[in-house]
């Protein structure tokens, strides 16, 4: 078992432990028999985006979102589309960031129907749509750099929950 903090690799038998960064073996110790190995950040580094392949899975999501009182961010990207296929894992280890306050969805756009392309108003890829209340909120349109889409996604998440 492999197990990812936000620094370390730690490799994990039933009773040894070893810590390894970039450079090579860090330390290595016993297990203790109540628990897990002490130091270990339980949070995830990054998580899957979950994908959404119909109208009626997206009208679901929108709407559990809304009972539940919640916001989802959605990212409408393209299979052949590299900024898209760039800026996924990093929109993962955001989602991480998020993770369980805001869960984060993707679309392929050639995978469900123009009509629900349209009426989410996507006209350029990638984009980043937070929906709260049934209603797009914000969005950003990521033709830039991954890193500052990334920066522009968290400042238009933390508005959202500053307001």
């Not at 009972?67 to 052949?80: D, G, Y």
Request: glycine share 4%.
């Amino acid at each position: 078992m492999v197990v990812k903090d936000r620094s370390d690799v730690y490799y994990l038998r039933s009773d040894v432990y070893t810590r390894w960064d970039q450079v090579g073996m860090v330390d290595q110790g016993r297990q203790c028999e109540e628990g897990p190995v002490r130091g270990l950040d339980s949070s995830p580094v990054s998580i899957e985006l979950e994908p959404i392949t119909s109208e009626s899975q997206f009208d679901r999501v929108i709407a559990g979102a809304q009972q539940l009182e919640e916001s989802v961010i959605v990212v409408w990207m393209a299979s052949w589309c590299r900024k898209c296929i760039y800026l996924k894992p990093k929109l993962e280890k955001l989602a991480a960031d998020y993770h369980p306050r805001i869960r984060f969805y993707c679309i392929d756009v050639n995978s469900v129907p123009l009509k629900l392309v349209n009426h989410a108003g996507i006209t350029k890829m990638p984009t980043i749509q937070l929906w709260k209340d049934s209603k797009k909120q914000a969005e950003v349109i990521g033709g830039h750099k991954a890193h500052l889409v990334v920066n522009e996604v968290r400042e238009m998440i933390e508005n959202e929950y500053s307001m």
